[in-house]
């Protein structure tokens, strides 16, 4: 009876401690679970509060963008009032005096002196005010949201611009303290990041200029060159420059091999047997004499894939003497895509040694470079603005005839895989074609 009692003595000791051990993992397996689950509402906590912080510093830059676009405007009403730093108004020359030495100085704290905006003890920053409503005050204690350093510059090396479907052509004025020796220009499309924007979409590089037989280029079968996610694009580049005086016969006629007021180039991209380089006789030639002969532009892989030097010609009165205020090139793409990023330098003539003296754009473009700041986390933004109008509406084709009664045949395309609804059925007409015959006298 006594070895029976032990027996089950026994017996539910071993189960009461097979029992310990389930609980003591059960445990262990539970807390590791729940750290776990801690350490990843910690981490993303921590990334969402980053990610906060850093489109709050974001924000806080774009905010500076903007109060120096307002001082830039500011600052050219001024000057188009006949006001200096030391004539004019009171309020016009704070405001020219300001900017002119912040921009000469490259100062931080040049919008907050020309806006008087308030300044913070602490690095001279303007605060971003945070406001859940309209007619509440602004509330940055959470965030520290500030805008630290703006600086502007308006003579820029070089003038930078996108093109796209969106808006495919752009016109650039040639404005520098050295029209009469500009001699050259470059122009470099399609940047590396084009490229990489290109693969995301799933397209590739694809030259246009190979699809040739001999020096003669094809004709471009549909999708083939310049498509949706093809590049780099074709680029076109018109010339249109005067004298102090002309007239507007003068836009449309060469009067010798390099003398011209107007000429366009089509440059398309090739990998090989291309060239980088034209001369100044080839703006009237392709423009004027009814050739239009694309060229082919040589391109590889770089920080831009296709660069393009085109020495100017003088002006059809054989002079260097440019009117700035009537020297433009017009860059385009025909094809609208794909968007491609475009860099315009120019020069003066070659010195003995073969260099050539490069010459800033003035009062063309303006760069604005702004850092912002959340809390202890700073972003930087640098962006250009227009200081002219560049957008403004100009055909980007036109015909030219010759002669009385002159005739342009066109056919144009009614109908593609039309239907019509009659009666409730749906019923199929076949493709047509119309010929339509223009008469300009």
């Known amino acids: 009876m006594k070895q029976f009692k032990l027996n089950e003595f026994l017996k539910t000791k071993k189960r009461g401690g097979a029992s310990m051990f389930v609980v003591l993992f059960t445990i262990i397996i539970l807390s590791v679970i729940v750290l776990s689950f801690t350490r990843l509402i910690v981490s993303e906590a921590a990334k969402t509060t980053n990610t906060d912080l850093s489109q709050s510093a974001y924000d806080s830059a774009l905010a500076g963008v903007e109060d120096a676009k307002i001082a830039l405007l500011r600052y050219h009403d001024c000057l188009d009032q006949g006001a200096t730093a030391t004539s004019g108004s009171t309020y016009c020359r704070a405001i020219i005096k300001n900017m002119q030495d912040g921009i000469n100085n490259n100062d931080c704290s040049t919008v907050q002196k020309v806006l008087g905006r308030e300044q913070a003890s602490e690095n001279n920053s303007v605060v971003v005010q945070e406001t859940q409503r309209s007619n509440q005050e602004g509330n940055n204690t959470n965030m520290l949201q500030a805008y630290t350093c703006v600086t502007i510059k308006e003579d820029l090396d070089d003038y930078r611009t996108t093109l796209s ?14 029209i009469d020796q500009l001699d050259t220009v470059q122009v470099k499309w399609f940047s590396s990041t084009n490229a990489s924007q290109l693969a995301s979409h799933g397209g590739s590089v694809r030259y246009c200029g190979n699809n040739r037989s001999g020096n003669t280029l094809l004709l471009y079968p549909n999708g083939q060159c310049n498509g949706s996610y093809q590049g780099p694009p074709t680029l076109t580049v018109r010339l249109i420059q005067t004298d102090a005086t002309f007239d507007l016969s003068e836009l449309s006629v060469s009067k010798a091999s390099n003398q011209t007021d107007t000429g366009e180039l089509i440059f398309v991209p090739t990998n090989s047997g291309g060239t980088t380089s034209v001369g100044a006789d080839a703006w009237g030639e392709s423009a004027n ?66 260099s050539r003296q490069q010459y800033e754009f003035s009062g063309v473009q303006a760069r604005i470079d702004s850092t912002g700041r959340a809390n202890d986390l700073y972003r930087r933004v640098e962006t250009r603005v227009e200081l002219v109008d560049t957008y403004f509406a100009y055909p980007e084709y036109e015909i030219t005839m010759t002669g009385a009664n002159s005739n342009i045949y066109k056919s144009f395309y009614a109908t593609f895989n039309c239907w019509r609804a009659d009666a409730g059925a749906v019923d199929y007409c076949t493709d047509t074609a119309q010929d339509l015959t223009m008469h300009l006298d």
């Open 289 to 354: 004499k009814g050739t239009n002969l694309p060229i082919q532009a040589q391109c590889s892989a770089g920080t831009w894939y296709c660069s393009m030097t085109m020495s100017l010609p003088k002006t059809f009165r054989g002079s260097t003497a440019r009117n700035d205020a009537n020297t433009y090139l017009l860059l385009s793409i025909p094809y609208g895509t794909p968007e491609t990023d475009i860099s315009v330098t120019t020069y003066g003539p070659a010195d003995s040694g073969g």
């Open 165 to 178: 479907s969106a808006g495919r052509l752009r016109i650039i004025p040639i404005r520098s303290d050295h």
